[in-house]
């Protein structure tokens, strides 16, 4: 330190008055007055030079011994000085029990190579952000500040905020979800679904990407045309699901669940990098930049017609699993005809910046119709009632495509698609894997626990399966349960039990389609 101040002050009186500098003395030796002083005699016990990787004076001193004489080798003999702190509590320490082996001063002994931090970086630091409502990161549509408006009660999914249901006055969630539900089965409901994952897949091999990536053939769709995907892992079960529209003939989009964004594309620059290098795909994540409105119900058509231009909404033109690109109140539009309440449905891709333009055109058109905005919950309803699976609620990491009742959408007839040497494994098609199956109680005013586990009869203690989903049925007036249940597809017509405490709930096996078995709703 002495060194150093001399140093500037003769610098900075070179600076103004070059003449007047005085001569400088000798270096000072750096260090000498901190080599440890020699232990007493009567020292006993171990004396501890690195707390992080308990190195002790033994030995550092047994490094010398060993012919360890650099600096260096006694840091990567001993691990002193290699701790997070990179040596600030034991570097001079063990630098001047060196010396003291070695008879030598401790500035012949040299430094070893410090790194950061040289600081500890404290957990305060580094959660102190991470403290109430900033705990986690908050994603919100562009529709957010017209649900809270609207009176919205959210729920988180993902990282989203999503409206749950929209009460009236002093609706309870179950009044408020019942009215939703009726209202999309009878007129029409607005969706806000600009959560759904969105990857643009382009390029002159986006189609044989696809087709080995799901389990669906892509090469053969039409554009113009919309594929339901199911997204395999290498192990053959479940991933992602969602709904694929061919923009061009090399160019896709693809959905993907709200919470699945990330993974499945991870998953696809992961296979296109490391197994197929050699196709001509680019992948982009676009789930900010597309806004989706789903409007669904009979009266669905007839609310956004006046509004789309450039696309035939005539179901001759535009039949269910159709994709088109036209435009609506003059914005771009990307327009899926498909439907996740087993109503006519369109979902709408406009890009974000003029959601709210496009939404407040079409919440308008719907007024006279009886148009509703309904939430996940309702949505959650709606979709049990026709059997569609939501993955991660009926799928738990161990279900295959036939489990779910989605065996006919694998293309067995491809050479190859991520998980499908994992399909034909025997374990895969054994007859007693849990199924997705259909339950109703005896009591129809009765909705079941989700996660509820299924026993053949109330004294049995072998679970058959679990509840996967569970409502009230406005639509059908009556309870209604999806379930995942060993042979279950066998089993259907069986009385199974649900024990709860107390006693056992009695319930029949049924499909798991309650509404409109034959689509004929969905292709109105």
Same mark, same amino acid.
């Given at each position: 330190?002495?060194?150093?101040?001399?140093?500037?002050?003769?610098?900075?009186?070179?600076?103004?008055?070059?003449?007047?500098?005085?001569?400088?003395r000798?270096k =000072?030796?750096?260090?000498?007055?901190? #080599? $440890?002083?020699p232990?007493?005699v009567?020292?006993? @016990?171990?004396? /501890?030079? *690195?707390?992080?990787n308990?190195?002790?004076?033994?030995?550092?001193?047994?490094?010398?011994?060993?012919?360890?004489?650099?600096?260096?080798?006694v840091?990567?003999y001993t691990?002193?000085?290699?701790?997070?702190?990179?040596?600030?509590?034991?570097?001079?320490n063990?630098?001047?029990?060196?010396?003291q082996?070695?008879?030598?001063?401790?500035?012949?002994?040299?430094?070893?190579?410090?790194?950061?931090?040289?600081?500890?970086?404290?957990?305060?630091?580094?959660?102190?952000?991470?403290?109430?409502? =900033?705990?986690?990161?908050?994603r919100? #549509? $562009?529709?957010?500040?017209?649900?809270?408006?609207? @009176?919205?009660? /959210?729920? *988180?999914?993902?990282?989203?905020?999503?409206a749950?249901?929209f009460p009236?006055?002093s609706?309870?969630?179950?009044?408020?979800?019942?009215r939703?539900?009726?209202a999309?089965?009878?007129t029409?409901?607005?969706?806000?679904?600009?959560?759904?994952?969105?990857?643009?897949?382009?390029?002159?091999?986006?189609?044989?990407?696809?087709?080995?990536?799901y389990?669906?053939?892509?090469?053969?769709l039409?554009?113009?045309?919309?594929?339901y995907?199911?997204?395999?892992?290498?192990?053959?079960?479940?991933?992602?699901?969602g709904?694929?529209?061919?923009?061009?003939e090399?160019?896709?989009?693809?959905?993907?669940?709200?919470?699945?964004?990330?993974?499945?594309?991870?998953m696809?620059?992961?296979?296109?990098?490391t197994e197929?290098?050699d196709?001509?795909?680019?992948?982009?994540?676009?789930?900010e930049?597309?806004?989706?409105?789903?409007v669904?119900?009979?009266?669905?058509?007839?609310?956004?017609?006046?509004?789309?231009?450039?696309?035939?909404?005539?179901?001759?033109?535009?039949?269910?699993?159709?994709?088109?690109?036209?435009?609506?109140?003059?914005?771009?539009?990307?327009?899926?005809?498909?439907?996740?309440?087993?109503?006519?449905?369109?979902?709408?891709?406009?890009?974000?910046?003029?959601?709210?333009?496009?939404?407040?055109?079409?919440?308008a058109?719907?007024a006279?119709?009886?148009?509703?905005?309904?939430?996940?919950e309702?949505m959650?309803?709606?979709?049990?009632?026709?059997?569609?699976?939501?993955?991660g609620?009926?799928?738990?990491?161990t279900?295959?495509?036939?489990?779910?009742?989605?065996?006919?959408?694998?293309?067995?007839k491809?050479?190859?698609?991520?998980?499908?040497?994992?399909?034909?494994?025997?374990?895969m098609k054994?007859?007693?894997?849990?199924?997705l199956?259909?339950l109703?109680?005896?009591d129809?005013r009765?909705?079941?626990?989700?996660?509820?586990?299924?026993?053949?009869?109330?004294?049995?203690?072998?679970?058959?399966?679990?509840?996967?989903?569970?409502?009230?049925?406005?639509?059908?007036?009556?309870s209604?349960?999806?379930?995942?249940v060993?042979?279950?597809?066998?089993?259907?017509?069986?009385?199974?039990?649900?024990?709860?405490?107390?006693?056992?709930?009695?319930v029949?096996?049924?499909?798991?389609v309650?509404?409109?078995?034959?689509?004929?709703?969905?292709?109105?």
């Amino acid at each position: 330190m002495q060194d150093g101040h001399e140093a500037g002050t003769i610098a900075a009186m070179r600076a103004v008055q070059p003449s007047s500098v005085p001569p400088r003395r000798t270096k =000072l030796p750096l260090l000498t007055e901190v #080599t $440890p002083e020699p232990a007493p005699v009567a020292m006993n @016990g171990r004396a /501890f030079v *690195d707390f992080q990787n308990d190195v002790t004076t033994k030995d550092v001193q047994l490094a010398v011994r060993e012919g360890f004489v650099s600096i260096e080798h006694v840091k990567r003999y001993t691990t002193t000085g290699m701790a997070t702190d990179q040596g600030k509590t034991s570097n001079i320490n063990a630098l001047g029990l060196v010396a003291q082996a070695r008879g030598t001063a401790l500035p012949q002994v040299g430094l070893t190579t410090f790194r950061m931090p040289y600081t500890p970086v404290t957990f305060g630091a580094l959660a102190g952000p991470a403290r109430g409502a =900033l705990f986690d990161p908050v994603r919100k #549509t $562009p529709l957010h500040d017209w649900a809270m408006r609207m @009176g919205a009660v /959210f729920e *988180d999914v993902s990282l989203w905020k999503r409206a749950r249901y929209f009460p009236n006055s002093s609706e309870t969630m179950a009044q408020a979800v019942a009215r939703e539900c009726r209202a999309v089965r009878t007129t029409a409901g607005i969706f806000d679904a600009s959560t759904l994952g969105k990857i643009e897949v382009a390029g002159p091999d986006a189609a044989l990407f696809l087709e080995r990536i799901y389990v669906n053939g892509f090469q053969k769709l039409a554009p113009g045309r919309a594929r339901y995907g199911l997204l395999l892992g290498e192990d053959g079960f479940i991933r992602d699901d969602g709904v694929i529209g061919r923009v061009s003939e090399q160019k896709f989009h693809v959905t993907t669940t709200t919470g699945g964004a990330p993974r499945v594309l991870a998953m696809m620059e992961d296979f296109l990098q490391t197994e197929w290098p050699d196709l001509r795909v680019w992948l982009t994540s676009t789930t900010e930049e597309w806004a989706v409105i789903a409007v669904q119900g009979p009266c669905a058509r007839d609310i956004i017609s006046p509004l789309v231009e450039g696309i035939d909404l005539s179901p001759a033109r535009l039949p269910h699993m159709s994709f088109a690109i036209g435009r609506i109140c003059g914005v771009p539009l990307r327009l899926f005809r498909v439907s996740f309440t087993g109503e006519l449905g369109f979902e709408l891709n406009v890009p974000a910046d003029y959601t709210q333009t496009v939404f407040d055109a079409v919440w308008a058109r719907g007024a006279t119709f009886g148009l509703v905005p309904y939430g996940t919950e309702t949505m959650h309803v709606l979709r049990a009632e026709k059997g569609y699976i939501i993955v991660g609620q009926e799928t738990d990491g161990t279900a295959t495509p036939d489990d779910v009742g989605l065996g006919s959408a694998v293309n067995t007839k491809k050479p190859d698609f991520v998980g499908k040497r994992s399909l034909a494994r025997a374990s895969m098609k054994d007859p007693l894997r849990k199924q997705l199956v259909g339950l109703l109680t005896e009591d129809p005013r009765l909705v079941l626990e989700e996660g509820a586990q299924i026993v053949a009869d109330p004294s049995s203690r072998k679970s058959l399966g679990h509840v996967t989903s569970s409502y009230q049925s406005a639509t059908l007036d009556r309870s209604i349960a999806l379930a995942m249940v060993a042979g279950g597809r066998a089993r259907i017509g069986e009385t199974l039990h649900v024990p709860i405490p107390g006693r056992a709930i009695a319930v029949r096996m049924a499909a798991p389609v309650f509404y409109d078995s034959a689509g004929e709703r969905l292709n109105g």
